[in-house]
């Protein structure tokens, strides 16, 4: 990176690493002096975020009591097995939804609970896609519209927009409405989404590669 010298001939590095106590207290003057709330000064700023490949993924189906097929993710990462299975949700009336465990590689020494899995702020790990797996996943919005009026509004539940103009992702089957049987394979599908009251565990963005 380049240096930039100020009036004086001394050397002023382009950026600097600085304690958090020094950043937190900065931010604390600004907020003081300018009287501007919390959330006004923190949303705007973009967030830094840092993708963790794991070291191993497999994708599997696990047939459970009644006979159902359901998609079960495992990834190798940082000593841990994280195993992520479908089961009926907590969330009421949602229907199934999605649960993981973290499984130590080996046990600590002298019987101690193993360390827990965590993952440091701003690191995202990539759990998969949710569309499209297939060409008709993407539609005109004007198709779909029509599609999910044929289908009582239950295919919407099911789509998401694209990064272009007039276009949907929809992973519902064009006869029935419901989810279609390559989008029940994979694990994002089942997903449930929060309430506004609390933070979500899962970010779904655009993939910069379509």
Known sequence: SRSHANNF???VPK????KASLAWGGYLMLHEK?????????SPRPSLWKWITPEMRNETQVRIQNGTWLPQLTL???NFHL???VKESTIPNAGMGVFVRAIPWVTEDNNKSPASFDLEAGELLDIGIYAPFCKSDK???HVFFVKNF???MKAEEWAFDTTETDTMFDITDDCTGEIHDSARTHIPAYINECSSRYEPTIRAEHDPEG
């Open 76 to 78: 190798a990462l940082r």
């Open 34 to 42: 300018l009287k501007t709330p919390e959330k006004d000064l923190i």
């Open 9 to 11: 001939g001394s050397v």
């Open 150 to 152: 044929i289908h009582s």
């Open 139 to 141: 539609k005109d919005e």
């Open 15 to 18: 950026s600097r690493k600085i």
């Open 83 to 85: 195993v992520f299975t």
